[in-house]
């Protein structure tokens, strides 16, 4: 069998878990959840520095950027404007190409505004960025962002945080079978049997944040997501048996005394 | 009043993430940044809208009524 790689952007990545290293309850958790995880690649939000605290610790001492990659995201942008400015400060930062765009539309919902998502797409495509973008799960803007370039698609299962799983499977298959570029189930995940229904659906990867470091045990949930989205990848390589309506006996009946 | 002349002089208002802040003039960014203890190779600056290269950051200074925003990475998801 050819051996099962995954690429997005110009990187070949070995886990299809991508971790979010928000809401852990300090950055010693973090760094264990994520090498319990077997991520490879990170999210990371740009934020200011605090300059009355010179003694916080900070992130990049417990995750350091050359060991496991970052992804930059845009978490808080409200519209295209803020999120390119955000983006080109992390490009200066690190010099990272590949970026998570996330334009935010509502604060209850964290819903996308797909209108500013899709124009900033556009410019940082023009950028030479190589961007994986947050969207909705409608299949026609999934195919917008295509066509204008996009690395990656990340529909949300459900909303950001929520935990609610995979809310709309018939969309989400929709954009799976029409896509050219990986898809990455964002936002929405609540456990890890929800990441092995997106993988075993054919998704690429999955992009975790909430399930893990909201758990009672992140790093055992941690592991938990590594095991659930190999598995859920194999389920999809595999490719299950036929759903029927009736029963079909295991043991045969010919020569049953 | 003479030290109120001398001040306008020798001091530049800046405005560092959103906080006023008074400086000595001839502050490079550089200078700035060890002054709160900052790597320069985990941040970047943006000074009044635009963003400075990291190799430009000794040889450029701070003026007055600049705003300026130092930013870096934190845990997001």
């Known amino acids: 069998m050819k051996k099962d790689t995954f690429k997005v952007g110009n990187e070949i990545l070995k886990s299809r878990l991508i971790v979010g290293t928000g809401k852990y309850r300090n950055f010693k958790e973090t760094a264990q959840a994520i090498k319990a995880s077997g991520a490879d690649m990170v999210t990371v939000a740009v934020r200011r520095v605090n300059i009355l605290d010179k003694k916080k610790p900070l992130l990049t001492n417990f995750l350091d950027p050359k060991k496991i990659k970052y992804l930059p995201n845009t978490a808080g942008c409200f519209n295209s404007e803020e999120a390119l400015r955000t983006l080109r400060l992390a490009r200066e930062m690190g010099g990272w190409k590949m970026v998570k765009l996330e334009v935010l539309g509502d604060k209850k919902t964290l819903y996308p ?16 960025f190589k961007v994986l973008v947050y969207c909705s799960d409608d299949p026609l803007l999934a195919r917008e962002l295509e066509y204008l370039g996009a690395s ?37 995940i609540g456990t890890s049997s929800d990441a092995t229904i997106a993988m075993e659906m054919g998704c690429d990867a999955v992009l975790v944040n909430s399930a893990i470091a909201k758990a009672k045990n992140s790093i055992l949930m941690a592991e938990a997501f590594k095991n659930s989205v190999i598995a859920g990848r194999q389920n999809f390589l595999a490719g299950r048996m036929q759903k029927l309506p009736f029963a079909d006996p295991s043991s045969p009946f010919k020569g049953l005394i | 009043m003479k030290v109120c002349i001398l001040n306008i002089l020798i001091m530049a208002k ?24 900052m790597d320069s190779k985990k941040i970047a600056v943006e000074l009044n809208g635009k963003i400075i290269n990291r190799n430009k950051y000794k040889l450029t200074y701070v003026k007055d009524k600049d705003k300026m925003e130092i930013v870096h990475f934190i845990g997001g998801g």
């Not at chain 2, 906080?19 to 550089?30: A, D, Q, R, T, V």
């Open chain 1, 152 to 188: 990656a698609i990340m529909p949300l299962a459900s909303p950001i945080g929520s935990g609610l799983g995979i809310q709309n499977k018939i969309n989400l298959s929709l954009i799976i079978k029409s896509a050219k570029v990986p898809i990455i189930v964002d936002a929405g």
């Open chain 1, 113 to 128: 505004n797909m209108i500013e998502t899709l124009k900033a797409t556009k410019i940082l495509v023009k950028e030479g």
């Open chain 2, 14 to 37: 800046i405005q560092l993430n959103g906080k006023k802040l008074e400086l000595k003039k001839n502050h490079s960014i550089l200078k700035l940044l060890k002054k709160y203890k």
